[in-house]
């Protein structure tokens, strides 16, 4: 399973488009740091959040679905039960890459995205993955 996901990871890194859910303009959280860390290793990056309109001047959208084209993979940095219905919104729109930041995930999110056949990394940060770049 670990190479499975060393695997899915290393694709993951080639795809340009990211939607990070949970993206936020508060400048210690981690949806911060990783929606401004993946624009600084040039990856187009859209941020998800419904409780805020904007980050640093740049639009952030209230869901996946109203995303202005559909990313090749989503950063998720919310809990586990945003994270679940999440899943769902994930399905309708056909992404197959996520990437579940530590604390963004259980037991059951995990099930339920391996009974979606999502491609998942976990137990993982992107940002110290883009460090070691």
Not at 77 to 90: A, K, M, Q, R, W
Not at 104 to 119: G, H, N, P, R, S
């Amino acid at each position: 399973m670990m190479e499975a996901m060393e695997e899915i990871k290393s694709e993951m890194m080639k795809k340009k488009t990211w939607a990070v859910v949970g993206a936020t303009p508060n400048v210690d959280k981690f949806g911060y740091k990783i929606y401004k860390t993946l624009q600084e290793h040039q990856y187009k990056v859209y941020g998800v959040n419904p409780n805020y309109k904007e980050l640093e001047g740049e639009e952030l959208c209230s869901d996946l679905l109203s995303l202005p084209e559909e990313p090749d993979c989503i950063s998720v940095v919310v809990p586990p039960n945003v994270t679940l219905s999440l899943l769902d919104e994930i399905n309708q729109t056909g992404i197959e890459y996520v990437w579940f930041q530590p604390g963004t995930y259980d037991a059951k999110v995990l099930e339920t995205a391996k009974k979606l056949d999502l491609k998942i990394v976990y137990n993982n940060c992107v940002l110290v993955t883009l460090g070691n770049q």
